[in-house]
């Protein structure tokens, strides 16, 4: 089981930058995926970007690609996501989620077991 804690989410203007933290503790494996999504009112939660914890291999949406970066910290144990050049389009509920066992890095919500309870990201224009 891991527990996951994100933190960071505010209120931006757009073309301003954020860092997001996602703190996992608990029981944790030699192989798993860290990812965040977002969901905005009255959309399904999409994908956003991936990484997995033992290769450092990343994954991005097309919505994010250049714009967002997605990283570790192992000796916290802390993924972080740092937004630049924000749209008013990237305001949702951040979260991050844990696949526990695996090599890669899913992109599908529904590979997911662990999330956390989610960060608001508000960006003005």
């Known amino acids: 089981q891991v527990q996951l804690v994100e933190s960071g989410g505010g209120l931006v203007q757009a073309g301003d930058s954020l860092r997001l933290s996602c703190a996992a503790s608990?029981?944790?494996?030699?192989?798993?995926?860290l990812g965040w999504f977002r969901q905005a009112p009255g959309k399904e939660r999409e994908f956003v970007a991936a990484?997995?914890?033992?290769?450092?291999?990343?994954n991005y949406a097309d919505s994010v690609k250049g714009r967002f970066t997605i990283s570790r910290d192992n000796a916290k144990n802390t993924v972080y996501l740092q937004m630049n050049s924000l749209k008013p389009e990237d305001t949702a509920v951040y979260y991050c989620?844990?696949?526990?066992?695996?090599?890669?890095?899913?992109?599908?919500?529904?590979?997911?077991?662990?999330w956390g309870q989610g960060t608001q990201v508000t960006v003005s224009s």
């Open positions: 990484i997995n914890w033992n290769s450092g291999v990343t």
């Open positions: 608990g029981r944790t494996f030699s192989s798993y995926a």
């Open positions: 989620a844990a696949n526990p066992s695996t090599w890669g890095t899913p992109t599908k919500r529904g590979l997911y077991h662990n």
